[in-house]
Every structure is written in structure tokens, then in C-alpha cells.
């Protein structure tokens, strides 16, 4: 018998191309996304020493960063903006990459489009020049985020240099409650282990909550790993993966799918597998979160206070809770329910999809957004917000109150023209609080898109549970 | 790439942990197509105002650490978005090394893909260089990469680990993509055994 694997070390060892004398491996990567940020200079190395692009059929490109979320029709009013998504088209063209253009429906945030296009598949290895690549690891791929030279180093050789990470299991048992959501977990876990507590890990989410959660779901807290510091999230795929991909666009068909299906299938860690390091959860102790500072491990459970730092007992950690309060205006003690916020926003990678809508949509159905606040639903995508309106959530949406935007990153971190004024407080399903994250002094709490939606009707932070 | 060998200079104090990558360099200048040019605006929100005026405190701003090619920051430096306009940005402001009690891997790669030399130290060592780096200009520390070894202001010596490949990279400043081009020959033979074992992808 073989050693028992973890879902990780399988998808790891079946991707080596080569293992240097000083433990140095190449692996081999199945699918590259590409966003118009951070490209540029890729294309730009690969034109300067000569070279192609390796495998143009493994990779997929698409604009979303910068791409105004209102009346496209006219193009990209901000120079900078228009030029750098100008710069993709071009390079995609000249390389011969399949590029989904502004106008295509189908275009939208990267880590929504390559899903919904069937791009991401289990067993892959799936990266991209963007920290939340760790999103894709829902359906049991290996995907993370890299840097524009490894971009380069990708496009060329279709290879990366890395070395092994180590494994960590985080289990999250019984249910939830009604009201929490995957974000809530998601949160919850990241307040659990910290901003830099994955680091040097690739994360494994198991138990029934993650087994009962939809794609949707575990897109969003494989999505938010990063926020943990660790590179890559994965789940084991099962029934509700093979139902979500079958019939995409590009997924296997016929025979083809019946064996990818069978392979698939294997695609678990193995029983007696060791990890790391084990995380466990109790799904029904998970409150609905909200941030409090500038870093996501600044949480709490909706029900609880403001902490106060002079109860910190590390002095680099008081210092830092000490600037969070001061860039937030908050002061120690204060409820998290019922601080008053000034916009709220609904959408990005971690909290655009059409399920992430519909939840919001059901808090809002029949209500308005309180007087002074402006609230903003951006779809993932196009075909997210074609599949909203087919639902009826644009026409909820726009009686409340809401703004109904064109797909793209928008407020997640404001390169468009989508911004807070410094000292705005905004309710975010968005994944960094970071200090001007949504735009300079700008004042962001993470939540689900159930709690920003009923941010939204209240005026304030208010647990979802409660509102009457 | 340039090279690292050895460096000696002015150590700028930054006590903060996780400093993220939209503290190094905010997305507005994400907007380049360009690699150079970012030194101007790193940690733009905390070195200027909304005027664009300097803020005297910022330690980058104070006339001892103007030119300072070393930082030594807090744990978890660097955690956040894959942008490399944070490497980029710091390297352009003329800062090859930065000393932390930890940091986040994606940015920890980009450095070394940048000429520039991420080193981890245990926290008593970093408060320890931190507190030397706090006396100014006089303060200087030298990086030897080939000895693995830190001499700070006091004749103190600290080792540090890098890995072996990443190092020889960094010393003879290699082009990666070029020697994984010369391993074309294992990357096609990988390619053909995939694409038997996983026609799907």
C-alpha cells in the first residue's frame, strides 16, 4: 500500500514536470487566466526576448479591474483605464489568447467567468496573476495567485517553479443557521486562524457544512483563503461539482465526460492522510460576521462589541488595533449593530454570483434602502446579471433603491470610477478592509451579502436575523 | 535581473504587521503597463496627504532614511493582492532588502523575481535590528547573501536561511524562464504523458 495522500499531494505529484537536485519542483499549469493588471508587462517581457505563448489554448483573458460597471457604450472615460484595457486586447490579439471583450456577455470578474465557462475543472492546475485565484479551488482544482514575472513564466512555458506547501485541514462541522451564510464561515475561520495563519499552507475545507454548502458557497470561502495567508483552498469535488459543470461551454462532453467524471470521483484525500495542521469548527456556533478594522482577522460575531486594545496583550498587535480604530472612528466598546454606514456594496469575486443576489434579493424584497444611503449591486458577470433579471432581482433591487450595474471588480477596490470619499463607512461583500482598500480613507466592514443588503434597508450594521 | 551579493546601507524602521500590498502601493497606480516609475508613489497613502504633500513623520520622509536600502518591518509583511507593483515600487525607491519576522508568500516570491532579498528572522532579531535601524543615518547594516549572514551598526552578526535555488538566482541574477526553457524536452514528455492520463485537460 502507498502512502495515504491528501487531495493536494495528488493533484501536486500529478503535475511535476521535473524536481531539481535542491528540491526546486516545476509543475505543470493546465489553465491560465489572464486580467488586464497585471499582463502588461508579461506580454511585454515575452516580446522583448522573442518569445510566444506557449499554450494559447490553455489560457483565457478578460477585462474586469478596470471596466466602468455603468454605460459602456462610450468606452473607458478614465485614459489610464482605457489604455491598460486597450493594451490586453492588443496583446491578445498579437499572441493569439482568447480574449473575452467588455461587450461579450460573458465577460465579468475573472474568477466568476472561469467557472461559469466550464475553464475550471477538477483536478486542474489553474493560476492566474490575481491573489484570489484560490477561488477555483471549490471544485478540487489546485489554483493560487501569482506575480506578473510567474505570469511571464507561465505564458512561456506553461511550467512555474515552486515548492511544495504544506497541507491543513479545516473541518467545519454540524449546520448552519439560518441567516449565516459561506461568508460568515468564511470569516470565521479567518478570524480563527489569522491573516497569516495559512501561510506556507494549502488549506483543505471539509466537514458537512462545506459538504452541504452549493458551488456558490464554496467558491466564496475557497475564495477568501488568501485572506488566511494560505495560497490555495481546495474541496474534494462531489455531486453538486459535477452538476454545476456539466454542459458548460468548455467541460468535457460525452464519453470524454464520463471518464473525466470517473477520474473526478478519486479526487479525495485518502483515509489516514496527515495534514499539518488541523482547524475544527463547530457550523452552528457561526454567528453573521462583520469586520471592525483593516485587516480581515479583524472580525466578530454581528452580537459583539468593538474590542478595545488595551486589553491586547501583544504590543505589535495593539499597535496595529490602535491605527485600525483611528482610520475606522471607532471607539472600544461601541456595538457593532447599529454603527451607521453611508454605501453599501454588493458584488465582487468573493460575493457576485447569482446565488449571492438572490440571498441579498430576499432581504431586500419589499423594502427600501434607508434615506442617505447609496447601495450598489455589481453581478460577477454578464451572464449573472442576464440570469438576474431573468429572475426578477434587478426589478427587487431597483424598487428598494439600488443602483444595477455592468459586471466587473467596481468597489471590491475602486480602480474604476466606483469609489468611497474618505470617511464613508461602506457594508461590503467584498473581501479586504484593508486602509484604502474601496478608495483613500474610505471605511470598509466585511459582510455577507444577506447582511449587506439589510445594512442597506436599515442604515446601519444590523444583524440579519433581526430585521423587522 | 540585478544581481544581490552584498549590500550595505541605511536600514529604514517600519513597525507595523501587515503591511499590505494596497499600503505599499494603492491600486490607482496599478494603471502602468510600465515596471519602473513606482518608487515615487510607494506607500503613497502613508507618505503623502490628499494634497500630495509629504508627511514629515513617515519614516521614507525623514531626512535620516531618504535613502535607505533596507526595511525592516513587522510580521506578515506584504500579505494581500499578487500585485508585483509592490516589489516593483520598492525596488525603484531603492530598497533591495527587507527584513520581517514573516511574509506572505505571493509577495515573498515576487521579490526574489525582482533583485530583491526577502530575509525571515525570528522577532527578537528583528526588534533587536529595528532598534538599531530607529538611530538614523549612522545605523548601516550590511546583507551578505552568499555568507547567509546580517552585520548590523554594532559589529552583530545574524544568519539568516534562503533557499539554495533561490539564491543562486539572486547572486548570478538568472533569467528563470530561461533555464526552464532549457527543460523543454521534460516539458513536452509531461505534456504527452498528461494528455493520455487527463485528455480532459
Keep these: 500500500m502507498s502512502k495515504p495522500r491528501t487531495l493536494f499531494d495528488k493533484i501536486w505529484q500529478s503535475h511535476l514536470v521535473d524536481v531539481q537536485d535542491d528540491g526546486t519542483c516545476l509543475i505543470y499549469i493546465d489553465r491560465h487566466l489572464v486580467h488586464e493588471v497585471t499582463s502588461p508587462q508579461a506580454f511585454e517581457g515575452l516580446r522583448a526576448a522573442g518569445r510566444k505563448v506557449r499554450c494559447p489554448e490553455r489560457t483565457l483573458a478578460v477585462a474586469d479591474h478596470n471596466v466602468p460597471t455603468t454605460d459602456r457604450s462610450l468606452g473607458i472615460a478614465d485614459e489610464e483605464s482605457r489604455i491598460q484595457v486597450q493594451t490586453l486586447d492588443d496583446n491578445c490579439a498579437e499572441f493569439g489568447v482568447e480574449y473575452l471583450r467588455m461587450d461579450d456577455v460573458r465577460q465579468g470578474v475573472v474568477h466568476i467567468v472561469g467557472p461559469e465557462q466550464g475553464f475550471t475543472l477538477p483536478g486542474a492546475t489553474i493560476v492566474c496573476g490575481d491573489s484570489h485565484t484560490s477561488t477555483h479551488g471549490a471544485f478540487g482544482a489546485l489554483a493560487f495567485g501569482i506575480g506578473t514575472s510567474e505570469v511571464e513564466h507561465v505564458l512561456a512555458t506553461q511550467t512555474l517553479l515552486q515548492s511544495p506547501a504544506r497541507n491543513m485541514r479545516v473541518t467545519v462541522n454540524g449546520t448552519l443557521s439560518a441567516g449565516v451564510s459561506a461568508k460568515d464561515v468564511a470569516l470565521a475561520i479567518i478570524g480563527r486562524l489569522g491573516t497569516a495563519g495559512g501561510t506556507g499552507y494549502v488549506i483543505e475545507y471539509a466537514g458537512p457544512v462545506i459538504r452541504a454548502l452549493s458551488m456558490e458557497g464554496r467558491m466564496t470561502v475557497c475564495n477568501m483563503t488568501i485572506e488566511a495567508g494560505a495560497r490555495a483552498g481546495m474541496i474534494a469535488p462531489d455531486g453538486t461539482t459535477f452538476a454545476y459543470l456539466r454542459g458548460r461551454p468548455r467541460t468535457p462532453k460525452g464519453a470524454a465526460w464520463e471518464l473525466a ?10 483515509e489516514g492522510a496527515v495534514f499539518d495542521r488541523e482547524i475544527v469548527l463547530d457550523g452552528a456556533e457561526i454567528e453573521p460576521q462583520v469586520t471592525w478594522g483593516t485587516s480581515p482577522e479583524d472580525v466578530a460575531p454581528i452580537g459583539s462589541h468593538v474590542p478595545d486594545p ?36 454588493i458584488g465582487s469575486c468573493t ?6 443576489l438572490r440571498a441579498a434579493a430576499a432581504v431586500v424584497q419589499g423594502r427600501k434602502v434607508a434615506e442617505g444611503v447609496n447601495a450598489l449591486v455589481v453581478p460577477g458577470s454578464g451572464l449573472v446579471k442576464e440570469q438576474a433579471e431573468s429572475e426578477g432581482l434587478d426589478a427587487i433591487f431597483l424598487e428598494a433603491g439600488f443602483e444595477w450595474r455592468e459586471p466587473g471588480c467596481s468597489m471590491c477596490l475602486a480602480m474604476n470610477a466606483d469609489r468611497l470619499e474618505p470617511g464613508e463607512r461602506c457594508a461590503s461583500t467584498s473581501n479586504r478592509n484593508f486602509e484604502g482598500r474601496q478608495g483613500r480613507g474610505g471605511r470598509t466592514h466585511l459582510v455577507s ?3 449587506a443588503a439589510a445594512a442597506a434597508i436599515a442604515g446601519r450594521l444590523v444583524d440579519v436575523r433581526k430585521l423587522v | ?27 490607482q497606480f496599478l494603471k502602468t503597463i510600465k515596471r519602473t516609475g513606482l518608487g515615487r508613489n510607494l506607500f503613497d497613502e502613508m507618505r503623502y496627504d490628499a494634497n500630495g504633500v509629504e508627511k514629515p513623520d513617515f519614516v521614507l520622509n525623514r531626512p535620516a532614511y531618504r535613502g535607505a ?13 499578487s500585485r508585483e507593483h509592490a516589489p516593483w515600487a520598492i525596488l525603484d525607491f531603492g530598497i533591495r532588502c527587507i527584513i520581517a519576522p514573516g511574509f506572505a508568500d505571493i ?95
Design chain 1, 261 to 270: 467524471q470517473a477520474n473526478w470521483r478519486m479526487l479525495s484525500t485518502d
Design chain 2, 1 to 27: 535581473m540585478q544581481t544581490f551579493t552584498t549590500l550595505t546601507g541605511i536600514a529604514a524602521p517600519l513597525p507595523m504587521i501587515n503591511v499590505d500590498t494596497d499600503m505599499i502601493i494603492p491600486k
Design chain 2, 107 to 201: 509577495f515573498y516570491n515576487n521579490c526574489f523575481k525582482n533583485g530583491i532579498l526577502p530575509v525571515k528572522l525570528p522577532q527578537e532579531q528583528v526588534d533587536r535590528l529595528m532598534a538599531a535601524a530607529e538611530r538614523g543615518a549612522g545605523a548601516t547594516v550590511t546583507v551578505d547573501l552568499e555568507h547567509q549572514e546580517i552585520r548590523g551598526p554594532d559589529g552583530e552578526r545574524v544568519s539568516f536561511d534562503v533557499d539554495p535555488f533561490r539564491k543562486r538566482c539572486l547572486m548570478e541574477g538568472l533569467d528563470d524562464i530561461g533555464l526552464t526553457l532549457r527543460k523543454d524536452a521534460a516539458i513536452r514528455a509531461f505534456e504527452q504523458r498528461h494528455a493520455h492520463e487527463h485528455p480532459w485537460l
Design chain 1, 310 to 345: 488595551a486589553k491586547e496583550p501583544d504590543e505589535g498587535k495593539r499597535r496595529a488595533m490602535e491605527r485600525a480604530l483611528d482610520y475606522m472612528g471607532l471607539a472600544p466598546g461601541t456595538p457593532l449593530a447599529g454603527i451607521a454606514i453611508d454605501r453599501v456594496f
Design chain 1, 351 to 356: 460575493n457576485g454570483r447569482i446565488e449571492d
Design chain 2, 69 to 81: 536600502q533596507v526595511l525592516i518591518a513587522g510580521a506578515n509583511f506584504g500579505c494581500g493582492s
Design chain 1, 449 to 451: 451579502p444577506e447582511m
